[in-house]
């Protein structure tokens, strides 16, 4: 595995594998890998020649009351795991180089529109923008033929999909299902935050997303009422405050006047000061 930091040198080795006709997979991170992370690098090198993987926490993202100064890291143990998930090449920007200007910023930004006002997005200003403008860029520094996601971070997948339609990227967004602990908790860089007992609580969310599910399949057509119980299942289970349940269609991630296809059910929740995200999909079930 190669370490690089600069985004030139980064270029000059990946031109040289795409000289060779090499493919390249392309696994963004802010670090701190779990096997969430390294089950995408897993992903992409089994159907690329070369596997990239990026870390970088990246400040557009995150607004000023959040955990940009405090987000776990661990580089030493991020590069063994990553060695043994097969990646070839680690790109390991700092922030200046990245952002050079004074501000450390980048004066153009992406937005995706209507995908990113909603859900994660009106609550976290800028949030999206942040995440669509360094994907860009990353995509631009890389110029993968693959880049991959995984689920649990459902609208920031949608955003990503749309944004490489829109502006004609050269890249396939492969989606990847998400990862879970023994309990069903989606694995999250933040679960570090939490203590075991805390962990084995917060598993509440997806248990109650999947018992959300099961309605709609047995068919509940009503997403408020989807939303209803899927809200009061987990507030009577665990001490949470629950940001928002979302039944949405997964393409629009608009709620549909009733359930007739494919939905997804979006949840963020705050636990143990701790904000969790998970989703989960389900069709209703057709009787002919
Ligand atoms: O999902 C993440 O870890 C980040 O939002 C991403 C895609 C690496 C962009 O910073």
Redesign the pocket.
Request: aromatic share 10%; net charge negative; no cysteine.
């Given at each position: 595995l190669e370490t690089i930091n600069s985004i030139k040198d980064l270029k000059v080795a990946l031109s040289a594998e795409r000289a060779r006709a090499n493919t390249i997979g392309f696994v963004?991170?802010?670090g701190y890998l779990h096997e969430g992370?390294t089950s995408l690098i897993s992903n992409a090198r089994k159907t690329n020649d070369i596997v990239i993987t990026?870390i970088?926490?990246?400040p557009?993202?995150f607004s000023e009351n959040e955990d940009l100064n405090t987000y776990p890291s661990d580089i030493e143990a991020d590069t063994t795991k990553a060695i043994n998930a097969g990646c070839d090449f680690l790109f390991t920007p700092s922030v200046s180089q990245m952002y050079p200007s004074e501000q450390h910023t980048s004066k153009t930004k992406i937005n995706v529109s209507d995908l990113a006002k909603s859900w994660e997005g009106s609550l976290r200003p800028g949030h999206f923008e942040?995440?669509a403008t360094?994907?860009n860029k990353?995509l631009n520094i890389v110029g993968p033929c693959s880049v991959y996601?995984?689920e649990k971070?459902f609208q920031?997948l949608q955003i990503?999909k749309q944004m490489v339609s829109d502006l004609s990227i050269d890249a396939s967004v492969i989606q990847c299902e998400t990862i879970r602990d023994r309990n069903g908790l989606a694995l999250s860089?933040r679960n570090s935050y939490l203590d075991a007992a805390q962990k084995q609580q917060a598993s509440v969310l997806y248990q109650s997303l999947q018992a959300a599910a099961k309605l709609v399949e047995i068919g509940e057509s009503d997403p408020s009422t989807i939303e209803e119980f899927c809200r009061n299942r987990i507030i009577s289970k665990i001490d949470a405050s629950v940001d928002y349940i979302g039944v949405v269609d997964p393409k629009t991630l608009q709620v549909p006047d009733k359930i007739v296809d494919e939905v997804r059910i979006l949840a963020a929740i705050n636990f143990a000061d701790v904000r969790l995200l998970d989703n989960i999909g389900c069709s209703p079930c057709v009787t002919k």
């Open positions: 963004p991170t802010m992370h990026s970088f926490v990246n557009l993202q942040g995440v360094v994907v990353l996601f995984g971070d920031q990503v860089s």
